[in-house]
């Protein structure tokens, strides 16, 4: 399942300026949620911070045709800690190797197994996965 919030298919604009309004303006999200109010509230947030947002179903993997063209153009994924690390999900291997920028979000208590990811663990503030997405693509873009 794909559902894009925001433009998705729009062109990415490299003169598009930064405002504090839209601290994203002009970002690619993957998000990669199977908590439907959490999913919602993620990207809404992030769609409100100016990012392009394509939800992902969590059943999706590396042959789906959605899940590799979303990866493509992607600058940062957001999924969530348990499909990420779930031997069901082979879509790990392919952001691995796209060498995507990944925020894991975790609800209270779960300890992630991917130590070197970067993890959130609930209660988090839209404005703390806001402030990690431009970090991580702003190195990028450096």
Do not use: C, W
């Not at 042959?63 to 082979?90: H, K, M, P, W």
């Amino acid at each position: 399942m794909l559902q894009v919030v925001g433009d998705a298919n729009e062109a990415l604009d490299t003169s598009v300026m930064e405002t504090n309004d839209q601290p994203l303006a002009g970002t690619r999200v993957a998000l990669i949620e199977q908590q439907g109010f959490l999913s919602d509230y993620l990207a809404s947030s992030l769609a409100e911070a100016g990012a392009s947002v394509a939800l992902l179903s969590g059943l999706a993997d590396d042959a789906d045709s959605n899940f590799a063209s979303v990866l493509s153009t992607a600058q940062a994924v957001v999924i969530d800690a348990q499909i990420y690390e779930s031997d069901a999900f082979v879509g790990r291997h392919a952001i691995g190797a796209a060498n995507i920028p990944l925020l894991l979000v975790a609800r209270s208590g779960y300890k992630p197994v991917f130590a070197s990811a970067d993890t959130l663990i609930a209660p988090f503030a839209a404005y703390q996965v806001v402030d990690h997405i431009r970090a991580v693509v702003g190195r990028g873009r450096a």
